[in-house]
């Protein structure tokens, strides 16, 4: 696959040493907003910087991805769809629902291979909890647990752009729990605190926050999030049912242990997401290469994303409205 | 202490072995409702059978442990207090609100040492967890989780006279989370569906539950309830804060472990309260006793059953009604 | 049961305790070198001083517990084994084997229920997995390991009439494997060093060891003996085999679990045998009685003793002589 | 670098891969006994399959790894010095001292970047022990215990050209044990068995083993290898000093945990030193490109090699002869 990157910071140079390890994709070319910055990383990984037009109308390009700032996705899609490239596109793909539809509709008229950036969905932790639940390893599922919580809070500048915690950090755990929970989500109830820092209470944000979701059958899940923890990347899921619990636990780099006057001491948990999910971002692009050549579904879709920021959208109304919301109320 | 017993079923009879063990007490009488109970449990702990009435009109004994049925707590309570006799009341004091209020201004007018059964405090483990809380080893408190599953449903006749899950299972959450949180509980959300047993949902009730709870400042609470936990007892707690976290983790019987072809197996947690919470009954003997020498007031009080009462019925209103409740609604 | 202690220093009083909470046993009689010591014990647990010769003279004593110092043990057994008591002895009958031979003799003459204070059998722990090696857990055992560290040095005068490591400490666990190999022990090969407190090489004793035991059939175990663990007392044995490994882990006073900056924290092992060994010392007892009442053999023997005893001389000649001993030498 | 592999069996094929994802290596030359061999592993990692004779006289090659059968080893190592190139040899140089020693001299006159495959030392969790080792986590070191399993037993053919199990398989844990004690060893001692397979102790070699180091300090070092081990590869160290213990634990591929009726399950050892070591192996690599770069010493050398071989071969003469071995007389 000839793959061109779409955005060379955080989470582009992510990808980029994603792709570069992966066998069956080339990465061809390089845009960014800032030429130079396109330029320093197509050099580190032996590729061009070029324009975004240059891309799309390059024939000889496979695929995608789409790592620039969030308000660009939509737009990029479109472009990726309507020039028949396979793509793979960070999310959000808009902060809103009428723009994410706009896109899905293109993508309806275009159809090509497209995967969203759900990068979770492909950890080997989680997978293996998939499977297990698939599986039947605890009967029934009953309840579901996703705690979700960053290292450090993002700067005030940020949240302000960011669509608030619902779209732009538990949209990853509302994935995860549709993926998990197996069944449509009825209802959603969000209760949330600034307990971190002011200055994301004075941008109008939360930081602290806990949602319920109800599935069609009954299915209970609770979602946890904080915007800092200063042990690490807090990233687990308990699932509970009829036959048993599944639990997925933090990792460490080693599993090295102390013993002392102090207590027996482990490593606390990876960093961040880059330790945390190094793993899944190498799945996810092997996934994504694997679907076109297969011309199969990816196991993230642009409608995953659209149904996760609807449950973004309905847990920031309870919020709002101290109720529960019916999910069908949003639309 | 010269202590009579009222009620020599399952309860009674934990209480009789932890009264047993204890130097500081002599269990002097026991009435229950059938009297060859009462008889065949003073066979055991070379104590007398003796009528409630008998009981609280004998003046060399100094308190009473009432672990009779629900309907029967608020009355005893009162004629302890009446007679002068230190007492330590299994929970609840009543089912409602009103018949609490009532029990709980024979107490002000009679004030004698006074304790309500909220034995998880007694827990070593969690009295650990509040003292590392107390000792600022998370830093600022801010969000807490418990779980809490039984091992096996009730059967639905004993669910139809429980109160409901919040008011019978749900309610020592609510004082753990009371305890623990330490400041004034402001808003209750409840969500719960029926999906163990049919038949508690016939008889009216869940068996399954989240809860969130909102502080004053802010701080969140998830509470966590099943009536089914194929492994057992299931009683753990999270503390969340700016300096860390605390999790109170399951008992298990000893800590061997087994390495086979199926992976490396510990025990299952214990299997229900009478194990894990063994050293908790002892130890609440123990500060009952104490207290009563002391005259200082024991850990737990009549009050902490009202107030864990306010609470489940915020969570019934809110199941009720699909919204957060005030606290403040419930009087 | 009518029971006399002789001894009433730091393991009397741990067998006081364990006496005072089993019901079919009552402490009729503290005896002690110092009376002081014994008067004191006696108030302490309801119960009365009495001289050695008085007790033994005493035909409602139905059972004598011997926890006075090392060099008296052999001859009060034998004066139990003579008056008819059943005896519970703390372990070593006596710090040589000729001297433990005439015990042997004396007992074999006078046949009395008779255990040896080997109370590591009884942990809860080791028992459960004696039963998992006894039920077939791992297949046939191949290999077994056991750890065994003090918390502290004992001073330099105790070391010099102690008989030296092998004899006073490393003896528990020389029960222990023979306990759970369950065959002969055919080589003992041991190594040493003073690495902890230059006194207790002055007085010719050593503080680290390690010892090689080979059996009949080829098991081989290991057995690792430190006087100083800075976290606590360290005791832990792994028993490998064709079918999986078993390994019984230390213990903590509680499961809380602390994760910070540091790392993720849980409480060092407990610190010493009056903690770790509590409820074997509570069984111990039960068992004494037990069998004293069913007229059947308790866990422990003096045999074992012996046999222990041979071990501890085996590993001592190993090291002098710097080669692996045929346990057939030791006589 | 340009880097020629020699050897394209099962160890050659771990190799190939950790060196095609190194940016640093070129893998231009493949060479094996079987043609067929190379060829098909030049043609999965774009090289080309090469005689030994054409690799050592190709000047542009600047390094060989040597992966080929044992017997062949010295001879390749010395071709490799004599031509100039830096090589990484595959443990043992030779199954023998002599041998050995005649490799060594052939180095000391044509002194080239030379490391040998002690993976184990570049595991992270190793290196993360022995750093911490050298920081002064636990104080001053006293003793050390090495476990390392085998899943499965090797075919008995195997056995009786390996050089037996302390050349063959103990040799890591020779090697491990120089590190980490970081003092010379002045005695040997061992004790084995045949226990898991009788067709090994035909082969003349022991399946099971213990053996104890005694540095020059005293400290202590206990090895305890088995050929099988049913629930996968076991690799743990415990270092224990005056502040305390450090234990490298087995890792499983990911931390999932299930809870049931039949306890709480983790998963088994990752299989076999592929998974094990994958991460060892890709160090080893880059500690060998660098070490080249940098024109230092790899963190292991031939030195090393011959150092755990009179280590292998005082073990065997201690369990020969049924006596500890002073390491001097090994020569």
């Given at each position: 696959m000839q793959l061109a990157l779409i955005g060379a910071g955080r989470i582009g140079q992510i990808h980029a040493k994603a792709i570069a390890a992966h066998p069956g994709v080339t990465?061809?070319?390089?845009?960014?907003?800032?030429?130079?910055?396109?330029?320093?990383?197509?050099?580190?990984?032996?590729s061009q910087a070029m324009s975004t037009e240059a891309i799309f109308a390059d024939e000889t390009i496979d695929a995608v991805l789409i790592a620039s700032s969030t308000p660009t996705h939509a737009e990029y899609l479109e472009q990726?769809?309507?020039s028949g490239k396979a793509v793979l596109c960070e999310k959000p793909i808009a902060l809103d629902l009428a723009r994410t539809r706009e896109a899905l509709d293109v993508l309806s008229s275009n159809p090509v291979t497209c995967a969203l950036g759900f990068n979770r969905r492909h950890d080997p932790q989680f997978s293996a909890l998939k499977q297990a639940?698939?599986?039947?390893?605890?009967?029934?599922l009953e309840t579901l647990s996703i705690i979700s919580r960053d290292p450090l809070p993002p700067p005030a500048e940020y949240v302000a752009a960011s669509g608030g915690l619902f779209r732009d950090m538990m949209i990853h755990d509302f994935d995860m729990a549709r993926w998990l929970l197996d069944e449509p989500i009825s209802?959603?109830?969000?209760?949330?605190?600034?307990?971190?820092?002011?200055a994301i209470g004075?941008?109008?944000?939360?930081?602290?926050?806990?949602?319920?979701?109800?599935?069609?059958?009954?299915?209970?899940?609770?979602?946890?999030?904080?915007?800092?923890?200063?042990?690490g990347y807090d990233q687990r899921i308990e699932a509970f049912g009829s036959g048993g619990m599944l639990q997925a636990q933090n990792e460490t780099e080693t599993r090295l242990r102390f013993t002392g006057e102090g207590g027996q001491v482990e490593e606390k948990p990876q960093w961040f997401f880059l330790e945390r999910y190094a793993a899944a971002f190498a799945r996810e692009i092997d996934d994504f290469v694997t679907a076109w050549q297969q011309q199969r579904?990816?196991?993230?879709?642009?409608h995953d994303g659209l149904e996760a920021l609807r449950l973004a959208e309905a847990a920031e109304c309870s919020l709002k409205e101290g109720r529960c919301i019916a999910l069908d109320e949003i639309r």
């Open positions: 990465l061809v070319a390089i845009a960014d907003f800032l030429p130079e910055a396109a330029k320093a990383l197509a050099l580190t990984y032996s990726a769809a309507q639940l698939a599986g039947g390893r605890i009967g029934v209802f959603v109830q969000a209760t949330a605190s600034c307990l971190i820092d002011p004075e941008a109008g944000d939360v930081d602290t926050a806990m949602v319920t979701l109800t599935t069609a059958s009954g299915r209970l899940c609770h979602i946890n999030n904080s915007r800092r923890a200063c042990y579904a990816p196991l993230t879709s642009a």
